[in-house]
């Protein structure tokens, strides 16, 4: 009952910008911890980004700092991840989830995500 869908990956240039969606069904967003993560071939997966649900405490990956961007949208009950000056080795594919929060979590990327996304494709190449 409860799903997450990411859409928005792509290929682009190093140097470009792109954002993914994370659309929710089957619950509200707004009480719920929201990460994007990223697995790219032959490596673990990681944590890129993650947002808590009411205050909107935010974690963001050292490599991503300053290039990357989370943010809700309550009514349409989504999650973004606004990405610019993307480079090759930000290639992978992305991920979404989602962290049910009894309290809601200052460093929300160590939450327990348990609901995910599909994941969608980013390949940044020229």
């Known amino acids: 009952q409860l799903q997450l869908v990411e859409s928005g990956g792509g290929l682009v240039q190093p140097g470009g910008s792109l954002t993914l969606s994370c659309a929710a069904s089957g619950f509200n967003l707004e009480y719920y911890a929201i990460g994007w993560f990223r697995q790219a071939p032959g490596k673990e997966r990681e944590g890129v980004s993650c947002i808590s649900s009411s205050v909107s405490y935010t974690d963001y990956n050292d490599s991503v700092k300053g290039r990357f961007i989370i943010s809700r949208d309550s009514a349409k009950n989504a999650v973004y991840l606004h990405m610019r000056s993307l480079k090759p080795e930000d290639t992978a594919v992305y991920y979404c989830?989602?962290?049910?929060?009894?309290?809601?979590?200052?460093?929300?990327?160590?939450?327990?995500?348990?609901?995910w996304g599909q994941g969608t494709q980013v390949t940044v190449s020229s």
């Open positions: 989830a989602a962290a049910w929060e009894a309290v809601v979590a200052t460093t929300p990327c160590q939450l327990k995500y348990e609901t």
